[in-house]
Protein backbone atom coordinates (compact mmCIF):
# COMPACT_ATOMS: atom_id res chain seq x y z
CA UNK A 1 0.00 0.00 0.00
CA UNK A 2 2.60 2.17 0.75
CA UNK A 3 4.48 1.35 -2.29
CA UNK A 4 1.27 2.48 -4.25
CA UNK A 5 0.70 5.68 -2.49
CA UNK A 6 4.39 6.78 -3.42
CA UNK A 7 4.04 6.15 -6.82
CA UNK A 8 0.48 7.85 -6.92
CA UNK A 9 2.28 11.28 -5.48
CA UNK A 10 4.99 10.84 -8.37
CA UNK A 11 2.62 10.61 -10.77
CA UNK A 12 1.11 13.52 -9.45
CA UNK A 13 4.16 15.77 -8.82
CA UNK A 14 5.21 14.34 -13.19
CA UNK A 15 2.07 15.99 -14.45
CA UNK A 16 1.90 19.52 -12.96
CA UNK A 17 2.84 21.90 -15.15
CA UNK A 18 6.12 22.22 -16.85
CA UNK A 19 8.05 25.59 -16.69
CA UNK A 20 7.94 27.41 -19.73
CA UNK A 21 11.50 29.30 -20.01
CA UNK A 22 13.78 30.41 -23.49
CA UNK A 23 17.16 29.43 -23.69
CA UNK A 24 18.86 32.11 -25.79
CA UNK A 25 22.07 32.37 -27.72
CA UNK A 26 22.97 28.88 -27.35
CA UNK A 27 25.07 26.47 -29.52
CA UNK A 28 22.58 23.95 -30.37
CA UNK A 29 22.43 20.56 -31.62
CA UNK A 30 18.65 19.60 -32.32
CA UNK A 31 19.51 15.85 -33.48
CA UNK A 32 20.45 16.04 -37.08
CA UNK A 33 22.81 19.10 -37.01
CA UNK A 34 24.69 21.90 -34.96
CA UNK A 35 22.90 25.07 -35.36
CA UNK A 36 25.11 28.38 -33.90
CA UNK A 37 23.30 31.14 -31.89
CA UNK A 38 20.03 30.15 -31.89
CA UNK A 39 17.31 29.92 -29.21
CA UNK A 40 15.01 27.06 -27.71
CA UNK A 41 11.03 27.94 -26.55
CA UNK A 42 9.79 25.59 -24.25
CA UNK A 43 6.31 25.30 -23.03
CA UNK A 44 4.29 22.91 -21.05
CA UNK A 45 6.99 20.41 -21.70
CA UNK A 46 7.11 20.50 -25.15
CA UNK A 47 9.38 22.29 -27.67
CA UNK A 48 7.54 25.45 -29.26
CA UNK A 49 10.10 27.27 -31.44
CA UNK A 50 13.49 26.80 -32.35
CA UNK A 51 15.27 29.95 -33.76
CA UNK A 52 17.50 33.17 -33.81
CA UNK A 53 15.48 35.41 -31.99
CA UNK A 54 12.24 34.46 -30.21
CA UNK A 55 9.28 37.05 -29.04
CA UNK A 56 8.18 35.58 -25.71
CA UNK A 57 7.57 36.79 -22.05
CA UNK A 58 8.69 33.21 -20.45
CA UNK A 59 12.01 33.17 -18.16
CA UNK A 60 14.99 33.53 -20.23
CA UNK A 61 17.96 31.13 -19.62
CA UNK A 62 21.55 32.84 -21.38
CA UNK A 63 22.85 29.91 -23.18
CA UNK A 64 26.14 32.05 -24.09
CA UNK A 65 28.86 29.82 -23.98
CA UNK A 66 27.06 26.55 -23.91
CA UNK A 67 26.01 23.82 -25.92
CA UNK A 68 21.94 22.29 -25.97
CA UNK A 69 21.41 18.96 -27.02
CA UNK A 70 18.46 16.38 -26.62
CA UNK A 71 18.39 13.88 -23.58
CA UNK A 72 20.27 10.69 -24.13
CA UNK A 73 18.97 7.17 -24.53
CA UNK A 74 20.87 4.04 -23.60
CA UNK A 75 19.67 1.51 -26.13
CA UNK A 76 20.71 -1.74 -24.08
CA UNK A 77 20.32 -1.96 -20.14
CA UNK A 78 18.59 -4.34 -18.24
CA UNK A 79 17.21 -2.66 -14.89
CA UNK A 80 16.17 -3.79 -11.57
CA UNK A 81 14.46 -1.23 -9.45
CA UNK A 82 13.72 2.26 -9.94
CA UNK A 83 16.87 3.60 -8.69
CA UNK A 84 18.58 2.61 -12.07
CA UNK A 85 16.14 5.21 -13.79
CA UNK A 86 16.99 7.95 -11.07
CA UNK A 87 20.72 7.05 -11.86
CA UNK A 88 20.26 7.45 -15.44
CA UNK A 89 18.05 10.82 -15.91
CA UNK A 90 20.95 12.36 -13.55
CA UNK A 91 23.63 11.71 -15.77
CA UNK A 92 20.94 13.00 -19.16
CA UNK A 93 19.65 9.66 -20.10
CA UNK A 94 15.98 10.26 -20.01
CA UNK A 95 15.83 6.85 -21.72
CA UNK A 96 16.01 3.58 -20.73
CA UNK A 97 15.30 0.67 -23.57
CA UNK A 98 15.30 -2.81 -21.54
CA UNK A 99 16.18 -6.06 -23.01
CA UNK A 100 15.24 -8.99 -20.61
CA UNK A 101 13.43 -8.89 -17.21
CA UNK A 102 10.58 -9.68 -14.98
CA UNK A 103 7.71 -8.24 -16.75
CA UNK A 104 5.82 -7.01 -13.86
CA UNK A 105 8.17 -5.44 -11.97
CA UNK A 106 8.82 -3.84 -16.18
CA UNK A 107 5.27 -2.43 -15.67
CA UNK A 108 5.88 -0.98 -12.16
CA UNK A 109 8.96 0.81 -13.26
CA UNK A 110 7.17 2.16 -16.40
CA UNK A 111 4.68 4.04 -14.95
CA UNK A 112 7.39 6.04 -13.36
CA UNK A 113 7.69 7.67 -17.17
CA UNK A 114 5.87 10.93 -16.35
CA UNK A 115 8.48 11.49 -13.62
CA UNK A 116 10.89 14.23 -13.97
CA UNK A 117 13.59 12.41 -11.91
CA UNK A 118 13.01 8.84 -13.54
CA UNK A 119 14.53 8.09 -17.12
CA UNK A 120 11.54 6.54 -19.51
CA UNK A 121 11.42 3.20 -18.96
CA UNK A 122 10.70 0.56 -22.39
CA UNK A 123 10.66 -2.96 -22.30
CA UNK A 124 11.07 -5.89 -24.31
CA UNK A 125 9.82 -8.01 -21.74
CA UNK A 126 11.19 -11.06 -21.43
CA UNK A 127 13.16 -12.32 -23.85
CA UNK A 128 12.64 -15.51 -26.41
CA UNK A 129 14.78 -18.17 -26.00
CA UNK A 130 14.52 -21.68 -25.38
CA UNK A 131 14.34 -23.79 -22.57
CA UNK A 132 18.06 -24.09 -20.62
CA UNK A 133 19.06 -20.90 -23.34
CA UNK A 134 20.99 -17.81 -22.57
CA UNK A 135 18.62 -15.66 -20.66
CA UNK A 136 17.12 -18.08 -18.21
CA UNK A 137 20.03 -18.25 -16.11
CA UNK A 138 19.39 -15.47 -13.64
CA UNK A 139 17.40 -17.11 -11.21
CA UNK A 140 13.63 -15.79 -12.47
CA UNK A 141 10.84 -17.40 -14.47
CA UNK A 142 11.65 -16.91 -18.24
CA UNK A 143 8.92 -17.99 -20.67
CA UNK A 144 10.35 -19.89 -23.76
CA UNK A 145 10.11 -21.73 -26.64
CA UNK A 146 11.06 -23.97 -29.06
CA UNK A 147 9.44 -24.53 -32.39
CA UNK A 148 8.17 -21.84 -35.03
CA UNK A 149 4.88 -22.78 -34.41
CA UNK A 150 4.97 -21.10 -31.05
CA UNK A 151 6.49 -18.01 -32.50
CA UNK A 152 2.83 -16.03 -33.03
CA UNK A 153 1.90 -17.04 -29.30
CA UNK A 154 4.92 -15.75 -27.35
CA UNK A 155 5.00 -12.50 -29.71
CA UNK A 156 1.66 -12.03 -28.63
CA UNK A 157 2.16 -12.86 -24.92
CA UNK A 158 4.52 -10.28 -24.42
CA UNK A 159 2.45 -7.70 -26.00
CA UNK A 160 -0.31 -8.21 -23.94
CA UNK A 161 2.58 -7.89 -21.06
CA UNK A 162 3.53 -4.28 -22.38
CA UNK A 163 6.75 -5.03 -24.30
CA UNK A 164 7.28 -2.12 -26.76
CA UNK A 165 9.37 -4.63 -28.57
CA UNK A 166 10.86 -7.96 -29.29
CA UNK A 167 14.40 -8.87 -28.18
CA UNK A 168 15.54 -12.93 -29.30
CA UNK A 169 18.70 -14.63 -28.59
CA UNK A 170 20.34 -16.65 -30.45
CA UNK A 171 23.75 -17.43 -28.36
CA UNK A 172 25.17 -20.96 -29.34
CA UNK A 173 27.40 -21.34 -26.18
CA UNK A 174 24.08 -22.61 -24.34
CA UNK A 175 21.16 -24.09 -26.09
CA UNK A 176 19.64 -21.81 -29.11
CA UNK A 177 16.67 -20.68 -30.91
CA UNK A 178 16.63 -22.07 -34.45
CA UNK A 179 17.02 -19.84 -37.26
CA UNK A 180 13.98 -21.08 -38.33
CA UNK A 181 11.84 -20.31 -35.32
CA UNK A 182 13.77 -17.02 -35.21
CA UNK A 183 12.49 -15.99 -38.72
CA UNK A 184 9.35 -16.86 -37.13
CA UNK A 185 9.45 -14.96 -34.20
CA UNK A 186 10.54 -12.06 -36.43
CA UNK A 187 7.38 -11.93 -38.87
CA UNK A 188 5.37 -12.75 -36.08
CA UNK A 189 6.69 -9.36 -34.36
CA UNK A 190 6.71 -7.49 -37.93
CA UNK A 191 3.04 -8.61 -38.31
CA UNK A 192 2.42 -6.78 -35.08
CA UNK A 193 3.92 -3.58 -35.93
CA UNK A 194 6.55 -4.37 -33.47
CA UNK A 195 10.16 -3.62 -34.11
CA UNK A 196 12.46 -7.10 -33.17
CA UNK A 197 15.96 -7.09 -32.19
CA UNK A 198 18.64 -9.65 -31.92
CA UNK A 199 21.00 -10.81 -29.69
CA UNK A 200 23.77 -12.57 -31.64
CA UNK A 201 27.67 -13.03 -30.83
CA UNK A 202 28.81 -14.79 -33.90
CA UNK A 203 29.10 -13.41 -37.84
CA UNK A 204 27.12 -16.17 -39.38
CA UNK A 205 24.20 -15.94 -36.97
CA UNK A 206 23.97 -12.01 -37.59
CA UNK A 207 24.52 -12.51 -41.04
CA UNK A 208 21.47 -14.77 -40.80
CA UNK A 209 18.97 -12.69 -38.76
CA UNK A 210 19.49 -10.04 -40.74
CA UNK A 211 18.78 -12.32 -44.20
CA UNK A 212 15.87 -13.19 -41.99
CA UNK A 213 14.26 -9.44 -41.44
CA UNK A 214 15.52 -8.41 -38.01
CA UNK A 215 15.54 -4.54 -37.38
CA UNK A 216 18.67 -4.37 -35.22
CA UNK A 217 21.27 -6.57 -33.47
CA UNK A 218 21.68 -5.91 -29.66
CA UNK A 219 25.84 -6.59 -29.54
CA UNK A 220 28.70 -7.18 -31.98
CA UNK A 221 29.53 -10.29 -33.30
CA UNK A 222 33.11 -11.16 -31.53
CA UNK A 223 34.66 -13.68 -33.47
CA UNK A 224 35.91 -12.01 -36.74
CA UNK A 225 36.13 -8.71 -38.93
CA UNK A 226 33.72 -8.79 -41.22
CA UNK A 227 34.91 -6.23 -44.88
CA UNK A 228 33.28 -2.93 -45.52
CA UNK A 229 31.73 -4.10 -48.86
CA UNK A 230 30.23 -6.77 -47.53
CA UNK A 231 28.83 -4.61 -44.45
CA UNK A 232 27.68 -2.19 -47.36
CA UNK A 233 25.67 -4.99 -48.48
CA UNK A 234 23.93 -5.05 -45.48
CA UNK A 235 22.91 -1.88 -45.35
CA UNK A 236 21.83 -1.85 -49.04
CA UNK A 237 19.41 -4.64 -48.34
CA UNK A 238 18.56 -3.31 -44.76
CA UNK A 239 17.92 -0.35 -42.57
CA UNK A 240 19.04 -2.60 -39.78
CA UNK A 241 21.31 -1.16 -37.12
CA UNK A 242 23.95 -2.02 -34.60
CA UNK A 243 24.50 -1.83 -30.86
CA UNK A 244 28.28 -2.70 -30.63
CA UNK A 245 28.04 -2.56 -26.74
CA UNK A 246 31.59 -1.85 -26.91
CA UNK A 247 31.88 -0.90 -22.98
CA UNK A 248 30.27 -4.47 -22.18
CA UNK A 249 32.92 -5.81 -24.80
CA UNK A 250 36.03 -3.75 -23.15
CA UNK A 251 35.15 -4.40 -19.22
CA UNK A 252 33.93 -8.67 -20.25
CA UNK A 253 35.81 -9.99 -23.27
CA UNK A 254 39.08 -9.61 -21.85
CA UNK A 255 38.38 -12.54 -19.21
CA UNK A 256 36.40 -15.05 -21.95
CA UNK A 257 40.06 -14.34 -24.06
CA UNK A 258 41.97 -16.08 -21.59
CA UNK A 259 40.52 -19.46 -22.06
CA UNK A 260 38.79 -19.39 -25.20
CA UNK A 261 40.83 -20.49 -28.51
CA UNK A 262 43.59 -18.13 -29.70
CA UNK A 263 42.23 -15.74 -32.30
CA UNK A 264 38.31 -16.92 -31.75
CA UNK A 265 37.59 -13.78 -30.12
CA UNK A 266 38.42 -9.71 -31.97
CA UNK A 267 41.14 -8.17 -29.87
CA UNK A 268 40.01 -4.57 -28.58
CA UNK A 269 41.41 -2.75 -31.46
CA UNK A 270 39.85 -5.30 -34.09
CA UNK A 271 36.31 -4.17 -32.26
CA UNK A 272 37.38 -0.55 -32.81
CA UNK A 273 38.39 -1.37 -36.39
CA UNK A 274 34.83 -3.53 -37.46
CA UNK A 275 33.20 -0.23 -35.82
CA UNK A 276 34.17 2.46 -38.27
CA UNK A 277 34.03 -0.31 -41.09
CA UNK A 278 30.16 -0.83 -39.88
CA UNK A 279 29.95 3.75 -40.19
CA UNK A 280 31.96 3.45 -43.18
CA UNK A 281 29.00 0.62 -44.99
CA UNK A 282 26.54 3.15 -43.83
CA UNK A 283 24.65 0.76 -41.05
CA UNK A 284 23.33 2.89 -38.13
CA UNK A 285 24.96 2.78 -34.27
CA UNK A 286 23.23 2.99 -31.66
CA UNK A 287 24.86 3.39 -28.48
CA UNK A 288 23.67 1.15 -25.27
CA UNK A 289 26.00 -0.22 -22.28
CA UNK A 290 24.48 -3.44 -21.23
CA UNK A 291 23.88 -2.40 -17.52
CA UNK A 292 24.80 -4.15 -14.74
CA UNK A 293 26.86 -6.23 -16.71
CA UNK A 294 30.40 -5.91 -16.07
CA UNK A 295 29.69 -3.56 -13.25
CA UNK A 296 28.30 -1.05 -15.65
CA UNK A 297 25.98 1.98 -14.14
CA UNK A 298 23.11 3.57 -15.89
CA UNK A 299 23.75 6.99 -16.11
CA UNK A 300 27.31 8.35 -16.17
CA UNK A 301 28.26 4.82 -17.57
CA UNK A 302 27.04 6.07 -21.50
CA UNK A 303 29.71 8.54 -21.69
CA UNK A 304 32.78 5.61 -21.62
CA UNK A 305 30.65 4.06 -24.81
CA UNK A 306 30.32 7.24 -26.26
CA UNK A 307 33.69 7.98 -26.08
CA UNK A 308 34.79 4.07 -27.36
CA UNK A 309 32.78 5.37 -30.32
CA UNK A 310 34.53 8.67 -30.91
CA UNK A 311 37.94 6.48 -30.25
CA UNK A 312 36.94 4.25 -33.37
CA UNK A 313 36.78 6.98 -35.58
CA UNK A 314 33.24 8.03 -35.76
CA UNK A 315 32.91 11.55 -35.92
CA UNK A 316 31.70 12.71 -32.78
CA UNK A 317 28.19 14.22 -34.09
CA UNK A 318 27.59 10.96 -35.24
CA UNK A 319 28.32 9.66 -32.10
CA UNK A 320 25.56 12.02 -30.33
CA UNK A 321 22.78 11.18 -32.55
CA UNK A 322 23.56 7.22 -31.82
CA UNK A 323 22.19 8.41 -28.05
CA UNK A 324 19.64 11.18 -29.31
CA UNK A 325 17.93 11.07 -32.46
CA UNK A 326 18.61 7.33 -33.91
CA UNK A 327 17.26 5.50 -31.25
CA UNK A 328 13.64 6.95 -30.75
CA UNK A 329 13.54 6.56 -34.67
CA UNK A 330 14.16 3.14 -35.21
CA UNK A 331 12.55 1.92 -31.67
CA UNK A 332 9.34 4.18 -32.77
CA UNK A 333 9.06 5.67 -29.48
CA UNK A 334 7.40 9.37 -30.58
CA UNK A 335 8.64 12.38 -30.36
CA UNK A 336 11.51 11.81 -28.56
CA UNK A 337 15.47 12.70 -29.51
CA UNK A 338 15.17 15.59 -31.07
CA UNK A 339 15.01 19.61 -30.06
CA UNK A 340 12.50 20.38 -33.01
CA UNK A 341 9.18 22.40 -32.57
CA UNK A 342 6.58 19.49 -31.39
CA UNK A 343 9.16 17.61 -29.22
CA UNK A 344 9.36 16.40 -26.03
CA UNK A 345 11.43 19.19 -24.02
CA UNK A 346 14.14 16.59 -22.77
CA UNK A 347 17.05 18.92 -22.47
CA UNK A 348 21.14 18.61 -21.42
CA UNK A 349 22.76 21.88 -21.19
CA UNK A 350 26.56 21.56 -21.67
CA UNK A 351 29.18 23.85 -19.91
CA UNK A 352 31.54 22.12 -23.14
CA UNK A 353 31.11 21.65 -26.69
CA UNK A 354 31.07 17.76 -27.03
CA UNK A 355 31.56 17.92 -31.06
CA UNK A 356 35.26 19.21 -30.01
CA UNK A 357 35.92 16.50 -27.88
CA UNK A 358 33.34 14.38 -26.67
CA UNK A 359 34.64 13.85 -23.03
CA UNK A 360 32.89 17.23 -22.96
CA UNK A 361 29.48 15.54 -22.65
CA UNK A 362 30.32 15.31 -18.86
CA UNK A 363 30.42 18.71 -18.03
CA UNK A 364 26.39 18.78 -17.61
CA UNK A 365 24.97 22.63 -16.47
CA UNK A 366 21.27 21.18 -15.96
CA UNK A 367 19.01 18.60 -17.63
CA UNK A 368 15.17 19.19 -18.16
CA UNK A 369 12.58 16.16 -18.56
CA UNK A 370 9.35 17.23 -20.07
CA UNK A 371 10.94 20.71 -19.45
CA UNK A 372 11.35 20.49 -16.15
CA UNK A 373 14.51 20.26 -14.12
CA UNK A 374 15.86 17.33 -13.27
CA UNK A 375 17.14 16.74 -9.29
CA UNK A 376 20.90 15.59 -9.93
CA UNK A 377 22.08 16.12 -6.27
CA UNK A 378 23.78 13.41 -4.80
Do not use: C
Amino acid sequence: MKNLLLLVLLLIAGVLSAQSFVITNVTLFDGEEVIENTSVLVKDGIITEVSKKIKTDATGIDGKGKFLMPGMTNSHVHAWGANSLTEAVKAGVVNLLDMHGVEMAQGMMKGLKDSTNYARYFVAGAAATVPGGHGTQYGFPTPTLIKPEEAEGFVNDRVAAGANYLKIIVEPWKETLSHETVKALIDAAHAKETVAVVHISKVEDAKKVLENGADGLVHLWWDQLISTEELANWARNKDAFIMPTMLTNKLFLGEIRKTAPEGSIMSDEEFLQQIKMIYDAGITILAGTDPPNAGINYGTDLYKELDLLSKAGIPNIEVLKSATSSPPKHFKLGKLGMIKQGYKADLILLNENPIKDIQNISNIATVWKEGKEVDRTE
